[in-house]
């Protein structure tokens, strides 16, 4: 089974730029199925049923997302229904929507992480907790894993180690390097990085950010321009659920 897992979505640069590489990934490296996190793909904060739809008609099979979810309250009646879209699982349990999905064989996990992100229910407990109750548990697990702190990140990939096939970070749109196998066969990486502007500040107008630093004071933030990257990682995963293989997976339009 071979799973794309693609970075953070940034607004309408980050949909072209999924739009334009990801048919072409697809048939280059044989791909089954395809995550990616489109939790700031309206507007570069927030999802609507639009684009969520956009994402969907480009060859994603699965959206998840994290913190922002909630930002544009389009989405809210749509949670529950047919879009596969996740939220958190440790979300509160009153929220709308679910945390996982059951597709082509592979469960998709939505966690968000506690440390300098919110206060959320204990994503090691509510992991535990799914994994012990669903029956049959497929054997392909994938977990995108919503978090600021590396540490965090690191310790669930361990604490996971062995019962899920991969745990894939995103949150801080940038895209770490270490991609590797655990001991027990899980795939690891803390960050799988954005599908955004090149030239922004984690997907946002430079100048804009700047301002906001520099003069310590609430600033408007719009999404980047000019072109845009793709960033992934390819995940190679035995029918027994362990990873064979993780792959960083970049794609850059060219220069106007």
Same mark, same amino acid.
């Given at each position: 089974?071979?799973?794309?897992?693609?970075?953070?979505?940034? =607004?309408?640069?980050?949909?072209? %730029?999924?739009?334009?590489?990801?048919?072409?990934?697809?048939?280059?490296?044989?791909?089954?199925? !395809?995550?990616?996190?489109?939790?700031?793909?309206?507007?570069?904060? =927030?999802?609507?049923?639009?684009?969520?739809? *956009?994402?969907?008609?480009?060859?994603?099979?699965? &959206?998840?997302? /994290?913190?922002?979810?909630?930002?544009?309250?389009?989405?809210?009646?749509?949670?529950?229904?047919?879009?596969?879209?996740?939220?958190?699982?440790?979300?509160?349990?009153? %929220?709308?929507?679910? =945390?996982?999905?059951?597709?082509?064989?592979?469960? !998709? !996990?939505?966690?968000?992480?506690?440390?300098?992100? /919110?206060?959320?229910? +204990?994503?090691?407990?509510?992991?535990? +907790?799914?994994?012990?109750?669903?029956?049959?548990?497929?054997?392909?697990?994938? $977990? #995108?894993?919503?978090?600021? %702190?590396?540490? *965090?990140?690191?310790?669930?990939?361990?604490?996971? #180690?062995?019962?899920?096939?991969?745990? +894939?970070?995103?949150?801080?749109? &940038?895209?770490?390097?270490? /991609?590797?196998?655990?001991?027990?066969?899980?795939?690891?990486?803390?960050?799988?990085?954005?599908? /955004?502007? !090149?030239?922004?500040?984690?997907?946002? #107008?430079?100048?804009? $950010?700047?301002?906001?630093?520099?003069?310590?004071?609430?600033?408007?933030?719009? $999404?980047?321009?000019?072109?845009?990257?793709?960033?992934?990682?390819?995940?190679?995963?035995?029918?027994?659920?362990?990873?064979?293989?993780?792959?960083? &997976?970049?794609?850059? *339009?060219?220069?106007?």
């Amino acid at each position: 089974m071979k799973i794309l897992a693609i970075g953070d979505v940034i =607004g309408k640069p980050g949909r072209r %730029a999924v739009q334009q590489f990801l048919p072409g990934l697809i048939s280059e490296l044989g791909v089954d199925l !395809v995550i990616a996190n489109g939790e700031n793909s309206a507007h570069g904060i =927030g999802i609507t049923a639009n684009t969520a739809r *956009e994402l969907i008609d480009s060859g994603v099979d699965v &959206i998840t997302t /994290g913190n922002h979810v909630w930002a544009q309250r389009d989405i809210i009646p749509y949670m529950d229904g047919d879009l596969p879209i996740l939220r958190p699982l440790n979300f509160p349990p009153e %929220a709308p929507g679910r =945390g996982y999905i059951i597709i082509k064989n592979t469960m !998709v !996990v939505n966690l968000i992480g506690r440390v300098f992100i /919110g206060q959320y229910d +204990c994503p090691f407990r509510a992991m535990d +907790c799914l994994l012990s109750t669903v029956d049959p548990l497929p054997k392909i697990i994938v $977990v #995108d894993f919503h978090a600021e %702190a590396t540490s *965090e990140k690191v310790a669930l990939g361990r604490y996971l #180690d062995g019962r899920v096939s991969a745990v +894939c970070g995103t949150h801080t749109h &940038i895209g770490t390097t270490d /991609g590797h196998l655990l001991p027990k066969g899980t795939a690891y990486v803390t960050d799988i990085g954005m599908v /955004g502007p !090149v030239d922004s500040i984690i997907g946002d #107008d430079v100048d804009n $950010v700047l301002t906001s630093f520099l003069v310590g004071m609430p600033h408007r933030l719009s $999404v980047g321009k000019g072109r845009s990257a793709l960033d992934a990682a390819l995940l190679d995963i035995n029918n027994d659920g362990k990873a064979r293989s993780i792959k960083r &997976i970049r794609r850059e *339009e060219a220069e106007s």
